[in-house]
């Protein structure tokens, strides 16, 4: 079921993007490598067309993770889930307005990243 799913990890933290592409891998999901800059990202999802992304707010490189969405959807409508650890308010509403997904703070459950999988998946 999950299978058919490809999902990019933006994250630059790398045991959090190794761990979530392990978890994400022993659901049964296709997990691209992960990403650690927005700049990065934006290529990625264009090139591979993934079918979420899990975008990380705070990035290594001159994007965040607001902006690498934002030029992304500018080109094509890829669902995007923002994960954080530092939300201040002005940032979730700058990332409410990309009209994401869902917006999760971190640490990720996995359970709610299972979730969307499977109401992208109906």
Do not use: C
């Amino acid at each position: 079921m999950m299978e058919k799913f490809k999902v990019l990890i933006v994250e630059d933290e790398i045991l959090t993007a190794k761990m979530l592409k392990m978890d994400l891998e022993e659901l049964g999901v296709n997990v691209l490598e992960p990403i650690a800059k927005g700049e990065d990202a934006v290529n990625v999802a264009l090139q591979e067309n993934p079918s979420l992304i899990l975008m990380d707010i705070r990035l290594a490189g001159g994007l965040d993770g607001i902006e690498a969405a934002e030029r992304i959807l500018m080109k094509k409508k890829i669902p995007i889930v923002f994960m954080t650890g530092y939300a201040t308010e002005e940032i979730k509403e700058r990332a409410l307005k990309v009209n994401p997904v869902d917006y999760l703070d971190k640490p990720v459950d996995l359970y709610k990243i299972k979730n969307i999988l499977e109401q992208l998946n109906k």
